[in-house]
């Protein structure tokens, strides 16, 4: 069972719609939660981040993540062409330790 | 906020040859960086950590003697990829964690080996 895993995709949606990506891992010390934005052939910027359980909004963006579930969440509204991606959920045990990716969902946002 | 820097950002070598690839903290000091690897169409692969004045830390599976990392300051770490190979070629990701939980980014080194 790899450590991180989650949906490649592709997922394609019309504009408009809400978006929901999904990750979950085995590694019960994580306690730090990330989503990444990757464009292609750029390095990753940091949309989210969360410490431990429950949600956090950010515009259009929210994180959810679950601990006793080992399941974490991303949700876009009202999602927009130039969120056309990859998303890659990420982790650490602690604040300063190695971020273990998952292997990320491509999104494409249809006009 | 703070910026880590990569350099070059893109490098096309012939096989055999050694590439170096710089990974810069440009306005704070990181005592860890780490390495990681992306092939096309794949997630960041951790490959080692950077570790200021001492020797790196390597993930499984990771040749040591074939990837030689140098953190010789606290605002600098080196990544050699030593007699490169074209199954070598990759974009490569350094990164530094903040004071603040946050890890920063490097913008990548593509390594093209012909």
């Known amino acids: 069972q790899k450590e991180v895993e989650q949906d490649p995709g592709p997922l394609s949606v019309p504009e408009g719609a809400i978006v929901s990506l999904n990750c979950t891992y085995s590694n019960s010390a994580f306690q730090y939660f990330m989503w990444y934005r990757q464009y292609s052939r750029k390095g990753p910027e940091l949309l989210m981040y969360?410490?431990?359980?429950g949600n956090k909004e950010d515009g259009r963006f929210t994180a959810q993540v679950d601990k006793s579930s080992k399941y974490i969440s991303l949700f876009i509204r009202d999602s927009q062409p130039s969120d056309s991606a990859t998303y890659l959920c990420?982790?650490?045990?602690?604040?300063?330790?190695?971020?273990?990716f998952g292997p990320g969902t491509s999104l494409s946002v249809i006009p | 906020g703070a910026v880590v820097s990569q350099h070059p950002s893109r490098v096309i070598c012939k096989s055999g040859t050694s590439v170096k690839i710089e990974c810069r903290s440009l306005?704070?000091?990181?005592?860890?960086m780490f390495w990681y690897r992306q092939f096309p169409k794949q997630s960041l692969m951790l490959m080692a950590t950077s570790n200021e004045g001492s020797k790196a830390t390597y993930e499984q599976g990771v040749e040591k003697d074939k990837f030689l990392i140098n953190h010789a300051s606290l605002t600098l770490s080196t990544l050699t990829v030593t007699s490169a190979h074209p199954e070598d070629s990759s974009f490569y990701i350094c990164?530094?964690?903040?004071?603040?939980?946050?890890?920063?980014f490097g913008p990548g080194t593509r390594l093209t080996v012909t």
């Open positions: 306005d704070f000091q990181a005592t860890t």
């Open positions: 990164s530094a964690p903040g004071q603040v939980y946050e890890q920063y």
């Open positions: 990420a982790m650490s045990e602690t604040s300063y330790d190695k971020v273990i």
């Open positions: 969360t410490y431990s359980s």
